[in-house]
């Protein structure tokens, strides 16, 4: 079945720290990602929508300088935190849709393992 | 709004016995929803998807869900539970935007 890579699984940094996460369709080609936000004990949040070769279509309240989303090809989106604090710490989980050759909508998202944010 | 809510935080039952975990939904028009699960520190796991057709959709893992329109309800079954069958489950309903909403999740405990 179709697999979403995401890494790293866990980073810890220090404060003002930029991270990036990776997210990969292995053997599809996903024209939209998504990147979604968990707290402990909680739903995912859609913090934005990314597209490749354009740009990403934020929630409101999400900052856009502060989570940078590049969608560069269609196996691959990136989210970089920049200059990381405290509060950044959660668990971000990637997901993308695997459209097919027919360009089928209702396939079901596909999502990656996540990746837990430590910032110190 | 279109939304879906999970009114239980807990489910609790034995090994054996047949769970539910409940999920309603608010949409308009026809609506799209789907359950997954989630264990400790991984990512979501799609179960199934109701899009249209019968009311009662087979997934994975022996769970199935029952799309009922009257009660706006979509929730998730299993015959006989598994100890293994413990994590978070979440309901979704997929927008006209093709993203995802969620609801809050329910926590699974299956005892032996």
């Known amino acids: 079945g179709a697999v979403v890579s995401q890494h790293p699984s866990r980073v810890i940094c220090k404060s003002g720290t930029s991270v990036k996460i990776e997210c990969r369709s292995l053997?599809?080609?996903?024209?939209?990602m998504f990147w979604y936000r968990q707290f402990p004990k909680q739903s995912l949040m859609l913090m934005a929508t990314s597209n490749e070769g354009s740009k990403a279509t934020y929630e409101q309240g999400v900052e856009k300088d502060k989570f940078l989303i590049n969608h560069a090809s269609l196996t691959l989106s990136t989210l970089t935190v920049t200059s990381a604090h405290p509060e950044d710490s959660s668990f971000y989980i990637c997901s993308a849709r695997d459209h097919g050759w027919s360009g089928n909508t209702n396939q079901p998202q596909h999502f990656g393992d996540g990746t837990r944010l430590s910032i110190l | 709004a279109q939304s879906v809510a999970q009114p239980e935080d807990q489910v609790n039952v034995a090994e054996g016995n047949p769970l539910t975990v409940k999920c309603t939904y608010s949409?308009?028009?026809?609506?799209?929803l789907f359950w997954y699960v989630q264990y400790p520190n991984r990512g979501l796991q799609f179960l199934l998807k109701?899009?249209?057709?019968?009311?009662l959709v087979k997934g994975s893992y022996g769970f199935e869900a029952e799309f009922n329109k009257s009660q706006t309800s979509f929730h998730l079954k299993k015959p006989s539970a598994l100890v293994s069958d413990s994590a978070l489950y979440f309901c979704a309903v997929r927008l006209l935007t093709h993203d995802m909403r969620f609801g809050a999740g329910t926590r699974l405990t299956v005892k032996p």
């Open positions: 109701y899009i249209t057709g019968d009311n």
């Open positions: 949409v308009s028009g026809n609506p799209y």
């Open positions: 053997d599809f080609q996903a024209t939209t």
